[in-house]
């Protein structure tokens, strides 16, 4: 019988966590494709609530992967979401880490 190690070689995937859980991937993976999101269309696209969208932002903010830039737009609150370098750094690494697993 083979021995399961000499048919692939090892896989050296870390996966950076922050950017592996679901919904946050679904983000980036949104943001790679536009320049720029509105909250309210991510809410929409996602199909979350507000708060859960808001608690996921947050943690792509804090890393430094979105940038959210919040004003008003006819006096109302309007929060616009873009990808930042290291974001778009992130999510690529992120891809190719998964395309070498899947191979």
Known sequence: MADNSELKPELNV???????????????????????????????????TMGNLSAHVSKLEKAGYIEVVKDFKDNRPHTMLSLTKRGKKAFNSYREDMLELLQ
Do not use: G, M, N, W
């Open 14 to 48: 870390d996966f950076d966590h922050l950017v592996h859980e679901p919904v946050r991937l679904k983000i980036l993976a949104i943001l790679t494709q536009l320049e720029s999101a509105d909250f309210v269309y991510l809410v929409s696209r996602l199909k979350l």
